[in-house]
């Protein structure tokens, strides 16, 4: 049974590894051409797994920021981990097993909480194990072949690939929205905050980290107030 859901994990893990290959492949070609060596580049890739927190880390280190600095941007920008785990962890059939816990929190990241929560039912550890095993290396290989790379490449080449990921993370959700109108009416509400912090003056001040966490505490909030979801465990 653990290795069918290894299995299906590492099945549904594939188009994430490619779209992680692709965009880590900017992040290694951004690091070694702002001065850092391959392997740092690949060891941050290693250890954090977060794209957008990598980023904004490559900017506070290559403007000599403090350690501060970094810290608070990385709290801010990552906090939106915590609220997925937080979720999966109502979802995961680990028997109380704090091992699972931890080695699934690690590999949290947007497209394996979209995959791990679109799954109906209890969710098993070893289905995360699944699409870890595949796209963390692609994470990671994509960094280092990136920082081989160097600047071959031209930029737009690079922005092209950089897209496939925002389309990787629309085959995840749109499936359920179709067959499912409260699923369907929670992204339609995500946009419209997200849209709404990037439109109106005042708003664009909150950084993008604040406002993934803002708008999802609020539209999951309403939704779970407005439409619960029955507990059948037990």
Not at 25 to 32: C, E, K, L
Not at 75 to 97: H, P
Not at 135 to 148: D, F, S
Request: net charge neutral.
């Amino acid at each position: 049974m653990n290795r069918t859901h290894f299995k299906e994990g590492f099945r549904d893990g594939i188009p994430i590894g490619l779209g992680y290959f692709a965009v880590s492949f900017t992040f290694g070609m951004m690091a070694v051409a702002g001065g850092m060596k391959i392997g740092p580049a690949v060891l941050i890739s290693a250890t954090n797994l977060t794209s957008a927190g990598q980023f904004a880390g490559l900017d506070i280190i290559f403007g000599d920021g403090t350690y501060w600095e970094m810290v608070l941007t990385q709290l801010i920008i990552n906090l939106r981990y915590s609220l997925m785990s937080f979720s999966l962890a109502q979802k995961l059939d680990d028997g109380g097993n704090p091992f699972h816990r931890f080695a699934v929190a690690f590999g949290v990241t947007d497209e394996i909480f979209g995959v791990s929560a679109a799954r109906p039912g209890r969710l098993s550890p070893y289905y995360n194990y699944g699409a870890m095993s595949i796209a963390i290396p692609g994470w990671v290989l994509g960094t280092l072949c990136g920082a081989i790379s160097g600047n071959l490449l031209p930029a737009m080449i690079m922005s092209a690939l950089s897209v496939a990921i925002y389309g990787m993370f629309l085959a995840i959700i749109i499936p359920p929205a179709k067959s499912d109108r409260t699923v369907l009416a929670v992204v339609l509400a995500a946009m419209l905050g997200s849209s709404a912090f990037y439109y109106v003056p005042l708003l664009r001040r909150v950084s993008s980290g604040m406002v993934i966490i803002i708008v999802t505490i609020l539209v999951a909030g309403v939704a779970a107030y407005v439409k619960p979801i029955e507990d059948t465990a037990g």
